[in-house]
C-alpha cells in the first residue's frame, strides 16, 4: 500500500504504524523496536507531526491521530491540490490564440523571399565557411575573374580539400585567365588530383556558389565583390540558379584537356593512369583511394569511367584491355 500521493513515506508509515499499536510510547523507544536509524526516525516523527498524525505535544507520550480522521484528510487536501492542478492544466487552452496569431505572423512573415543581403566581407567569408562546413553532398562553383590571390588559395585549398575527403562533390567552373598564375594553376591541379571536378569556359557567366542544391551565393554587384553577397535560400531561385550553372558546366572543357590537350599516344590523364595502375594492386577500394589520397567516391567514379571507356565488364577485364591498348 503505497501512502506516498498523500506525503507519507515508508518510513513514516512504519513509525505510523508503531504509536497505533504503542500509545502513548516516547520516540526514544522506536528505533530499537523498529531497526531503524535514529536520524531517519527523527525525520519520520517530524513528517508526521507536521501532518497532523501524530501529536508531538510531549515527545516522551506520543499519540497517533485516529486513522480515520488523519488519513482521511491528507486524502482530502491531496485531491483539493490535484483539482487545482487540472484547473491550472485546462486554464493553458487560453494560449492557444495566442500562439495562433503568432503562428499567423509567422506565416505572412513567410511570404517574403527568404534572401539575404550581406555586406561585411567579414561575415560574408564566415556565412560561407558556415555553410561549407554544413554541407552534406554537393558544391557547385562559377569563377568568372581571374585567379586567387595567394591569401586566397592558402585559405581556401584546406577548406575544399576536407570538403573532398567528407565525399563531397565540388564543381567548379572558371574562365582561362584564372591559369595564367602559377600558384592558381598549381592550386587547381590539386583540387583535380583530390578528385575536384574542374572546368574550364570563356563564355560569359556570374560569379555564383551553390550548396547542396538548397542554399545559394551571388554577388550584391556582379562587377565588384566587395560591395558584399546575396544569400538565397528560396526554391524557386536556387532552382533557378541550378539550371544556369549546369548549362555553363555542360559548354565547358574539362581542366586536364584544356591544359593538356590529349594525344593519340596519350588517351589517359596522369590521374586516370594511376587509376589504372592502382587498380591492378589494391585489394579494396579504401586501400586504392587512400594510396592516391582521393575519396572512395571519387576513385570509383573514376573506375566507372575507365571501364566504360574500355568496354569492360569487370576491373580484371579493364586491366587486361588497358594494357592491349598500351595504356598501362
Known amino acids: 500500500m503505497d501512502l506516498s500521493v498523500i506525503g507519507i513515506s515508508p518510513e513514516a508509515s512504519e513509525v505510523y504504524r508503531y504509536f497505533l499499536r504503542h500509545r502513548g510510547e516516547g520516540i526514544g523507544s522506536v528505533p530499537e523496536a523498529l531497526s531503524m536509524d535514529p536520524d531517519t526516525v527523527e525525520a519520520a516523527v517530524e513528517t508526521l507531526g507536521k501532518l497532523s498524525m501524530l501529536d508531538l505535544t510531549d515527545r516522551h507520550r506520543v499519540m497517533a491521530t485516529e486513522p480515520r480522521v488523519g488519513i482521511e484528510r491528507l486524502v482530502e487536501k491531496r485531491l483539493d491540490e490535484l483539482n487545482a492542478e487540472i484547473r491550472r492544466v485546462f486554464t493553458a487552452r487560453d494560449a492557444i490564440s495566442s500562439y495562433m496569431e503568432d503562428m499567423r505572423e509567422g506565416d505572412r512573415a513567410g511570404s517574403v523571399l527568404d534572401i539575404e ?3 561585411n566581407g567579414a561575415r560574408v567569408r564566415q556565412r560561407l565557411d558556415d555553410l561549407a562546413f554544413f554541407t ?67 563564355q560569359p557567366m556570374d560569379r555564383m556558389l551553390v550548396y547542396d542544391r538548397s542554399a545559394a551565393v551571388v554577388p550584391i554587384d556582379p562587377k565588384e565583390n566587395a560591395k558584399g553577397a546575396l544569400f538565397v535560400r528560396e526554391a524557386g531561385l536556387v532552382s533557378q540558379l541550378v539550371i544556369y550553372f549546369e548549362g555553363v558546366w555542360k559548354a565547358a572543357v574539362d581542366f586536364r584537356e584544356f591544359i593538356d590537350p590529349p594525344t593519340e599516344s596519350s588517351p589517359l590523364s596522369e590521374m586516370e593512369q594511376r587509376v589504372l ?17 582521393i575519396s572512395v567516391r571519387t576513385y570509383r567514379r573514376y573506375v566507372a569511367d575507365l571501364m566504360a571507356r574500355l568496354g569492360a565488364v569487370n576491373r580484371f577485364q579493364a586491366a587486361l584491355r588497358a594494357k592491349e591498348e598500351n595504356w598501362i
Request: glycine residues 4%; proline residues 6%.
Open 117 to 119: 543581403r550581406v555586406e
Open 277 to 293: 595502375e592502382v587498380m591492378a594492386t589494391a585489394d579494396k577500394d579504401e586501400i586504392a583511394a587512400r594510396e592516391l589520397d
Open 136 to 202: 552534406y553532398k554537393e558544391t557547385l562553383c562559377l569563377h568568372p575573374g581571374g585567379p586567387f590571390t595567394q591569401v586566397m588559395i592558402e585559405s581556401a585549398l584546406p577548406l575544399d580539400t576536407r570538403s573532398l575527403r567528407r565525399g563531397i562533390s565540388l564543381k567548379s567552373v572558371y574562365h582561362p585567365k584564372a591559369l595564367q598564375d602559377p600558384h592558381m594553376l598549381s592550386y587547381l591541379r590539386e583540387l583535380v588530383n583530390l578528385g575536384a571536378e574542374v572546368r574550364i569556359s570563356e
